[in-house]
């Protein structure tokens, strides 16, 4: 008698059970162990950052949004669920903002957060080398931040050629952000790869680390380009270097690597010529430089007496050297970055000085005319921070370097590394 009351009342239970499935309650309740999502999407062109929205439904009709995340920085983000009831059976979707905050472009697709990252364990990795034909000189690590993250560790590990595919732990980093600028050039030869994980707000490790990403240096190169931040790449005020979208090589059809530095004079791309060159022993470099030079005020007959000494080193190592030209700057619009000081008045007339001479040398590509206005300045649809080009800009400097390079020097067969 015990028995079949226990029976019946299993099979009572087992039918609850059955209906509340259907009716959707056991399904809401299976999303109380997700603590949060990791949304991911591709970078917009011309975005400062994001508005990402969750719908509890697929209606994008504004009483069916449940959350709103706004300027998020990265194309990425991880949403704490806690207080989201029912999340799985949520919606996402995303759209570009402006430097003013509004949204510039179209909302993308409503998408299952169901198809999404839940309770990540690790950092998801954003920067894009696996994409460029080489690895830069000075990598800018990027990932999406981790939920409540207080800082990160970043380790770089390099192949043992004795046992391949054993790895040795070669420098080991840490910070405070998501983006993390090296300055520890990679010049020896070989195969490494860079993993991140984050911290807790008392310094423990609270993920394991991502997935591995794997880079090649190269003993020597065809073409290499030596610059600034134009150069090293980035772009609309919140990506950083490392993304391909904003690297004027990505757009040049002969590879080309890429040995710029954020920040640099002429005269520190000249005292970093041995190191940063030599070594890669390339048969063209590709000289790009001087905007720090010129908005900062110095006389551009300085800026010019460097970049002599620049072409006296590649003559010596018998380097090709292609000058092209120093790009304008928007002085309206570089209050939107963190620029220590606005340009000179003369900037104009100390980049006109050396862009003359520029295009006195015997090789030269005159990038600059595609990207200025009127006014001599830096087209404002080309760039957000009026100092950086952006994906438009860089477009136009690498496709005219890359067809420059191959109508000039068809010798070298430069469509192959």
């Known amino acids: 008698m015990n028995f079949a009351k226990g029976f019946l009342a299993l099979c009572v239970t087992s039918l609850y059970l059955v209906g509340c499935f259907f009716s959707g309650e056991v399904y809401a309740n299976a999303g109380a162990d997700v603590s949060k999502v990791r949304i991911n999407w ?10 990402l929205e969750i719908m509890k439904s697929d209606a994008s009709s504004i009483e069916n949004r449940v959350a709103v995340k706004n300027r998020i920085p990265t194309a990425g983000y991880e949403l704490d669920t806690t207080k989201i009831p029912e999340i799985r059976r949520c919606f996402w979707r995303v759209a570009p903002i402006g430097y003013n905050g509004n949204v510039v472009g179209e909302f993308s697709k409503l998408k299952p957060i169901d198809q999404e990252e839940i309770n990540p364990t690790a950092p998801r990795i954003t920067s894009e080398f696996n994409r460029m034909e080489y690895f830069p000189l000075y990598p800018v690590y990027s990932w999406i931040p981790v939920l409540g993250s207080g800082g990160y560790d970043i380790r770089i590990s390099r192949e043992n050629k004795a046992t391949p595919g054993k790895y040795k732990v070669l420098r080991e980093l840490s910070t405070d952000s998501n983006v993390f600028y090296e300055y520890g050039g990679y010049t020896w030869p070989g195969r490494y790869m860079w993993q991140v994980r984050s911290r807790d707000k008392q310094g423990k490790p609270n993920t394991e680390w991502s997935d591995p990403c794997y ?14 931040s134009i150069t090293h790449g980035g772009g609309a005020c919140n990506t950083p270097p490392g993304y391909v979208m904003y690297s004027w090589e990505t757009y040049s059809k002969v590879p080309i690597k890429n040995l710029g530095r954020s920040g640099d004079t002429v005269q520190d791309m000249l005292s970093r010529f041995d190191s940063d060159v030599v070594c890669f022993s390339p048969k063209i470099l590709v000289i790009m430089g001087g905007v720090n030079n010129f908005r900062a005020g110095e006389d551009a007959w ?12 590649c003559n010596y190592h018998k380097i090709i ?10 002085a309206a619009l570089m209050h939107r970055t963190d620029m220590v000081e606005d340009p000179v008045d003369s900037w104009k007339y100390q980049q ?12 030269h590509v005159d990038v600059t005319p595609a990207l200025t206005d009127a006014n001599g300045q830096l087209k404002a649809e080309f760039t957000t921070d009026g100092l950086h080009p ?28």
Request: hydrophobic share 40%.
């Open 321 to 330: 050297p292609v000058f092209a030209t120093a790009t304008p700057i928007n």
């Open 302 to 313: 300085e800026t010019i007496d460097a970049m002599e000494k620049i072409l006296e080193e």
């Open 215 to 228: 880079f090649k240096v190269e003993q020597t190169v065809k073409v290499a380009t030596l610059g600034d």
């Open 42 to 51: 591709l970078p917009i062109p011309g975005a400062v950052s994001y508005r």
């Open 390 to 417: 952006d994906a438009d800009g860089k477009r136009i400097i690498g496709e005219a370097i890359g067809d420059y390079l191959l109508k000039t020097f068809p010798e070298y067969d430069l469509l192959k590394k």
């Open 352 to 363: 006109q000085v050396l862009n003359q001479w520029i295009k006195q040398q015997t090789y």
